[in-house]
């Protein structure tokens, strides 16, 4: 059965830094990433990361500030966030696909973890 488990959100101030874990089980899989959701809008994609370690993808948004990371041998996946800003608060989800080498689109992901709160203050 394929689990996926976020930890590490909390509240911060603007400029601090947070570091998101996903433990994932079950499968092997071909893509994860991190997704992002406010409420009344839809989920968007912070980054991703292809399991081979070939491709890596950032929202503008995020670029320079936050970094993906996986530790395939313990079935980790992490997210450094760095000079974090108000609108960085969200609901953080880690997902992963078993076809996928990426997407930004969260349909294409078949599996979700139950996301973490982020919330930075001004």
């Known amino acids: 059965q394929v689990q996926l488990v976020e930890s590490g959100g909390g509240l911060v101030q603007a400029g601090g830094s947070l570091r998101l874990s996903c433990a994932a089980s079950?499968?092997?899989?071909?893509?994860m990433g991190w997704f992002r959701q406010v409420p009344g809008k839809g989920r968007d994609l912070v980054a991703a990361?292809?399991?081979?370690?070939?491709?890596?993808y950032y929202a503008d948004s995020v670029k320079g500030r936050f970094t993906i990371s996986r530790d395939n041998a313990e079935n980790m996946m992490y997210l450094q966030m760095n000079s974090l800003k108000p609108e960085d608060t969200a609901l953080y989800y880690c997902?992963?696909?078993?076809?996928?080498?990426?997407?930004?689109?969260?349909?294409?992901?078949?599996?979700w973890g139950q996301g973490t709160q982020v919330t930075v203050s001004s």
């Open positions: 079950g499968r092997t899989f071909t893509s």
């Open positions: 990361d292809s399991w081979s370690g070939g491709t890596t």
């Open positions: 997902a992963a696909s078993i076809r996928l080498i990426y997407s930004p689109d969260p349909a294409r992901y078949e599996y």
